[in-house]
Antibody
């Protein structure tokens, strides 16, 4: 069974940093591209970042470019999102999702999400 | 800035048929935008329904179908069930560097 479990969310002060993790199981992690998507309270989905299967290529939405870094450790079956210079606009549930292939193209499986709160 | 537009809300009767659409501010949506559709029930994570315009995941019920209609991506639900009440989001791809944009979502009410 494919499983994606996010962790690392919590309360952080404005300007602070946080690292999210997405631990996967049930498939060969190194064969699939991965995505991060977020959803602010009561709002729609926002695309955040993507990484290809071997980690050599990444992409970021303009809203997080230069502040967030996506990475993966294929030996640990884990996807990461390092977030910095956080503001209230970054407060959201963050979901990781698996693609159908090695290059980001089509979403398939989603995790249950982890909540990031930004407040002083 | 690229904007993807969906109907904010749609109401359908049980057993009825409804089509949700997804438009791009850049012009007609084509298969090259790799349209994806997702369902999100209240309090749950999103679930993928359709990819590459009209391809279904193995878990996607047969009553859901994807297409291109009038320059937009479309998601049609036939024989709507009460459990289909949810928010539906489309996602479009805009070429190089994996740029993707979600639509604002459509709240489907089954009444």
């Amino acid at each position: 069974e494919v499983q994606l479990v996010e962790s690392g969310g919590g309360l952080v002060q404005p300007g602070g940093s946080l690292r999210l993790s997405c631990a996967v199981s049930g498939f060969t992690f190194s064969n699939y591209a991965m995505h991060w998507v977020r959803q602010a309270p009561g709002k729609g989905l926002e695309y955040v970042s993507a990484i290809n299967a071997n980690g050599s290529s990444t992409h970021y939405a303009d809203s997080v470019e230069g502040r967030f870094t996506i990475s993966r450790d294929n030996s640990k079956n884990t996807l990461y999102l390092q977030m910095g210079s956080l503001t209230a606009e970054d407060m959201a549930v963050y979901y990781c999702a698996r693609d159908r292939g090695t290059v980001p193209a089509d979403f398939e499986y989603w995790g249950q999400g982890t909540l990031v709160s930004v407040s002083s | 800035q690229t904007v993807v537009t969906q109907e904010p809300s749609v109401t359908v009767s049980p057993g009825g048929t409804v089509t949700l659409t997804c438009a791009s501010s850049t012009g007609a949506v084509t298969s090259g935008h790799y349209p994806n559709w997702f369902q999100q029930r209240p309090g749950q994570a999103p679930r993928a329904l359709i990819y590459r315009t009209d391809k279904k995941h193995f878990w996607t019920p047969a009553r859901f179908s994807g297409s291109l209609v009038g320059g937009k991506a479309a998601l049609t639900l036939s024989g709507v069930l009460p459990e289909d009440e949810a928010d539906y989001y489309c996602l479009l791809y805009y070429g190089g560097d994996y740029l993707r944009v979600f639509g604002g979502g459509t709240k489907l009410t089954v009444l």
